[in-house]
């Protein structure tokens, strides 16, 4: 069975425009134009099982620019023997890893192609990069894509099973929608703390209290 996997647009959008209003309540309060930037576009909590009964899952970091699966994540099986792989599309390329959260994921060290995450033999022992990880641990995995021409870099967190058989879970993923630019592991971008967030409701609160006032003379 194979599935394809896409950021859910009205997530983005969601998100955009949250940043959008976060934007416009500092620029009133700080007396200064709001400019967008680029931004972590993240896909949410997927929780999508690679193992015997959902043998391949395609993943597509960028909805937004293309239709076109950036990587394959393959459960396969030989006698007593089954493993997890992951194959990039095309040109695309990985960081295998596994990365921990906050490692530098960049066009340089995103040089890997189709790798064998882990794998189990017929006696329950393990191989592979990511063999090592404690059984229901998560770790991440850089990619480098290409959409429209252009590098892009994004990470994909994966929970594995190292006990009874190889497979694992697709949590989520996320890219950095700036060409070529870096994107650490688990980045799901800017938000702001509790102390900003405070600011920018002083600034929004006072743009409403101007405008009563205005209204009011």
């Not at 009205?10 to 200064?32: N, P």
């Not at 590098?151 to 994909?156: A, E, K, N, S, Y």
């Amino acid at each position: 069975m194979i599935k394809t996997i896409s950021l859910n647009p009205a997530l983005k959008s969601a998100w955009e425009s949250r940043l959008a209003r976060y934007a416009l309540a500092t620029g009133a309060l700080l007396g200064v134009p709001a400019t967008a930037g680029a931004s972590v576009v993240y896909s949410g909590l997927t929780a999508l099982s690679v193992d015997s009964g959902h043998t391949s899952v395609n993943i597509n970091l960028n909805p937004g620019m293309d239709a076109i699966p950036d990587l394959t994540v393959t459960w396969a099986t030989a006698g007593f023997s089954n493993s997890v792989s992951v194959t990039p599309a095309g040109t695309n390329g990985l960081t295998v890893g596994p990365l921990s959260l906050g490692s530098a994921i960049t066009l340089g060290n995103t040089t890997s192609g189709a790798t064998t995450l882990t794998a189990k033999n017929c006696c329950v022992t393990y191989s592979g990069p990511w063999s090592g990880l404690a059984n229901g641990s998560s770790a991440y995995l850089g990619v480098r894509f290409d959409a429209s021409g252009q590098d892009h870099l994004g990470w994909v967190q994966i929970t594995v099973n190292n006990r009874d058989t190889s497979s694992l879970q697709v949590d989520g993923y996320a890219y950095n929608d700036v060409a070529g630019a870096p994107i650490n592991a688990g980045d799901l971008g800017a938000v702001p703390e509790p102390t900003s967030l405070l600011l920018f409701a002083s600034g929004a609160a006072g743009v409403l209290a101007l405008r009563r006032r205005r209204k009011a003379a």
